[in-house]
């Protein structure tokens, strides 16, 4: 079974753009979490869909949004990029049963915002 | 809120020495803890998890770890570290209410190296 694939792997933006990052989650999993790892603030809960639904939201600005399609896919998009938004993004999905399910992460995306 | 402390920010073993990671939760509830581990340029890799029963649970590649509710502590142990054990481990904690969701929340990361 294919793993999380997240693309791109790396991406190079500048201030004041947005970007979208994609993430397609193991074949079965309805819930897809994204996390944003920083070596300042370690690795902090973005948000979660499950079933085209957010469930869950960390504590981040409304630049940072994502979406989930019908078929699990997901997106987060950051706008209006700032210098502190340079992170490796990672998404991970899970059978969405509960938290008892564990998550299973893709390699990430390495935004670089200059 | 829940939370996680991993108190050892590197940790330095010889190849075959025992190893020990320490980690300790604040939540309210009986937590649903795990620990994963990330090589460079890698995403993270589920060890292994603790949801209920038996307090010590066995992972991937060896580990092995012990739920202490007195303590708060979810200790991650290898008996014989190999040097390709080296990379950072993170230990993390679930809500296990019912609407919680699949949020975890993150330590800071155990960067361990090996020495040969």
């Known amino acids: 079974k294919a793993g999380v694939t997240q693309t791109p792997r790396y991406l190079i933006k500048t201030r004041g753009q947005q970007v979208t990052l994609s993430c397609s989650p193991i074949s079965g999993h309805r819930s897809v979490s994204w996390y944003q790892q920083t070596p300042g603030q370690g690795l902090q809960f973005l948000f979660e869909y499950f079933s085209e639904t957010q469930r869950n939201k960390g504590n981040f600005p409304g630049r940072f949004s994502g979406r989930q399609f019908s078929n699990s896919r997901s997106e987060m998009n950051v706008s209006t990029l700032e210098l502190g938004d340079s992170a490796l993004y990672l998404c991970a999905s899970t059978t969405g049963a509960g938290a008892n399910s564990p998550l299973h992460f893709g390699n990430g995306t390495r935004l670089t915002v200059t | 809120a829940q939370s996680v402390t991993q108190p050892d920010i590197h940790i330095t073993v010889s190849e075959g020495a025992s190893l020990e990671l320490r980690c300790n939760y604040s939540?309210?509830?009986?937590?649903?803890l795990f620990w994963y581990v990330q090589s460079p340029g890698q995403g993270l890799q589920l060890l292994l998890k603790y949801f209920s029963g038996d307090t010590l649970v066995q992972g991937i590649k060896g580990f092995e770890a012990e739920f202490k509710r007195s303590q708060s502590s979810f200790n991650l142990r290898k008996p014989s570290v190999h040097w390709s054990d080296a990379a950072e481990y993170f230990c993390a904690v679930g809500a296990s209410v019912t609407g919680g969701g699949n949020k975890l929340t993150f330590g800071t990361g155990t960067q361990l190296k090996v020495e040969l």
């Open positions: 939540y309210g509830a009986t937590p649903y």
